[in-house]
């Protein structure tokens, strides 16, 4: 037990080395390389994405005109105008419209679609396969063909429509259908997102949940949805339905290549507004102001978002 | 030749103090274990030897030389991880040839495509084909060479790890819990195996773990370490039978060693349970914890009696947990001769030799004691 | 959900449904092979028929690519989206590495920065890039198409989660055996990252090569064009007129990645919905 070469409780040991204190140069290695590691994604987030976002919001106070020689502050004066301008109204009715269309319609349907392929085994990779196709295509393209399909005199819609004996619409160039047009495409293209999602939250529900909720009485589909799906799949819910709100507010493919925001000014909305005051009319002081209201109305949503995921975390 | 001397080592995350000043000293050629519980600081005293962590203070050295500004490859230091840490990308060959790639080949001729056309890494490769063969020979893994990680069995993993240790020939030798992934039979297998491989390689081996039968087993000396202090080192036997700490004491052995509470009279005599031991110590009068080793309580005779609350038969020996009368204590005896064991519930005197007991200070630390030489000799009498 | 004895009927109405449904999701699709094998005269008739009755899709298709230099649109579609995919992956894993593996001062900042990065959209910062690339003089080349998207926060993210259940073990060893900190991100972290930089690119490519926002704002000139951009200019110029070489262009230029998805479909909807992991 007496062993020469080591101290029993070494707490106390000779000062002189124990206050020798020594930063080994290993150490400080390790954290150099960690910084060279990290400079090059830092300094391109810093001029990529949070100098601009600040570029943005200190944008929106100036009447910067892109060329102009010099820009001045101008405090709150692109607001004030935006407030009093008709078409940014419009634009911001638009916008909600088609979120509060499109999100529901993409939201309800995927998780039906999710359920009815779930509720059976036969044929599931190929109907997932077909729902999640649109979600691949090029959206630009299949615009240019959702156009065609909608032409009222050549279009496959109409075409169908008049064989069943209904009245046809001009739909893209009729000022009271052709916002609906374009909630039609957004849910068709954003059905299969969703579905995708709500399916990988069905697999994840435990099978014995089924089997309890079985013994407990549950004996319809009905109920055992009420009681097991529905609260299980509770904060993909939420996920889906916020991701779904976030990508509606940025609406802008299909407008910009099918309508340019007509006819009159009825599928105006808020990502096609501010791209043409910057990049058509070059007011990029006053295109900025449009994006803050943008940025406002996106990150609200995803504040709601990380709200409910801290209430659903109790149930996943 | 290797020799690794630990000074005034201390290390702290985050204000808390993991080593409070370790000095140790590991001869060349020894196959030491660092044992303790879970957080006691062996792991991270490993990980500053190898480099990986560096010390808030202290120094180590090897074979005399300080090492601490100097990166873990170039302590020319073997570990081997409890997750075995193989490339699972790579196959069993190419685990093992790391380390030599990364030593004997210069960066260009690691570039993946470029470097392997070069004449000069050929002739390397070579060299090193013949170093991982011979490695794959000594641990019998040679039909392994083409798998990967993921197509190995656990036990063959852990000798791919050795392999990939071995190769490099290293100064010393770090295991990091090696055998905790093994299921418990493999385990008693992998023991003897690594305890063979030492022998064999007669290199400087520090094992950690925090299975004291581990320990026991392979090293030729155990340190044990306790919420950041090493608080005894010394051969399994010294450690298991002279144990300086009660901490000690109760961490190696299993079962566990018996403790009851025992008083030191003013004249320096031990009463236990009301009863005097036929044995005296010079420490001041007081408290005092009293220890005896399962094996060492004789049942049948003896001034103390219990009744049995629970028997575990393991056939070969079997484990009797007494119940005090009166102070309610709990005692685990070994017994070797299964055929006596008592029944359930029934009453049982036992006592112990005074030279299986072993006393404590109420801090923990071992009281030195004096056998009554007359008495020891009429104890046998009792059986 | 599950029965043990599966009704008939349930089945058939579940196969009802999904087909329904279905032929909604391909009615596009389907409309679209259609019309780019029709010939012009039964393109624009009033009469709905399916299968025409002249093909005229190889036609159609030529016509397609001499109105526009598609294969050279997909060319640049491809340039562009595989530069952005290497390029981000040469930024976000040192620094995903760096954020998972090491410890250094500023390290939980940069990683809510990286979480806050996440919120912005895209289109937020997209006048203050421009300018940007306007004072640098870099609008309407390649380097304007690529460059905004070297940083993805998203991939550093994910990447980061990734090399968290990478045992501290391997980086360990790794050390032990020689290998720089540099040499563990390419050498030891990328080949077991492997199946989520997999998916990451598919992500990365699919969103890029879709995008149509982006290019539309800093490209001007015609030879630079990416497949969005392309389509929705053939379709300006031809709208009204020519709608099968307009159908043949779009189905050439949603050909590559569908081609693909129907290759490794698991794959890409594993990479796609990428966005859904927690």
Redesign the interface.
Known sequence: MSDGSMTIGAAIAPASRATRRTLPAHGSRRAYSAYTLVTPAAALMLIMLLGPLAGVIALSFTDYQLGAPHFSWIGLSNYRDLFADKVFWTALRNTLAYVVIVVPGAVIAGLAIALLIQSGTSLRSLYRTIYFLPVMATLIAMAVVWEFMLHPQFGLVNGMLRSAGLPAFAWLQDRNTALYALCAIGIWQAVGFNMVLFLAGLVSIPKQLYEAAEIDGASSGWARFRLVTWPMLGPVTTFVVVISGIRSFQVFDTVHVLTKGGPSKSTEVLIHTMYTEGFEFFRSGYAAAITVVFLVFVLALTLIKSRLADRGVHYT | MAQI?L??I?KSFDGTDVL??????V?DGEFISLVGPSGCGKSTLL?II???E??????VQIDGRPV???????RN???V??????????STFDNIA??LR??RLSTIERLPLLGALLPSRRAKERHIRADVAGIAEQLDITPLLRRKPGQLSGGQRQRVAVG?AMVREPLAFLF?EPLSNLDAKLRVHMRAELAELHRRLKATFIYVTHDQAEAMTMSSRI?VMMGG??????TPA?IYN?P?DIRVAEFIGSPKINVLPGRIRKDGGVDVLGTALKLSCSAAAGDCRVGVRPERIDLGAGPFSGSVVHLENLGAEAFVHLATEGAGLRLIARLADVRHVPAMASSVAFGFAPDAVRIFDPAGKRIEIRLEQAERIREPAHV | MSNAHPIPFRAILRHVLLIAGAALMLAPFIWMISTASKPQTEIFSSELHLIPHQFALAENLREAFAKANLLRFLLNGVIVTVSIFVLQVMVALPAAYALAKLRFLGRETLFALVLFGILIPPQATAIPVFLLLHKAGLLDSYAALVLPFTISVFGIFLMRQFFKTVPDDLVDAARMDGISEFGIVWRVMLPAAIPAVTAFGIFSVVAHWNDYFWPLIVLNSEHLRTPPLAVAHFRNSEAGTSYGPLMAAAMVIIAPLVIAFLFAQRRFIEGITLTGIK
Request: net charge negative.
């Open positions: 001397e000074s005034a201390r409070k000043g370790i000095d140790f000293r001869e990980r190898a480099g990986l560096p010390q808030n203070s202290g120094q601490d500004s100097i990166r873990p490859s170039a230091l073997a570990m991880f409890q997750s075995y840490a193989l490339y699972p990308h790579l790391v380390p990364m030593r990939r990091d340190a202090e090493l608080i005894q080192a010394g010294e002279d300086g």
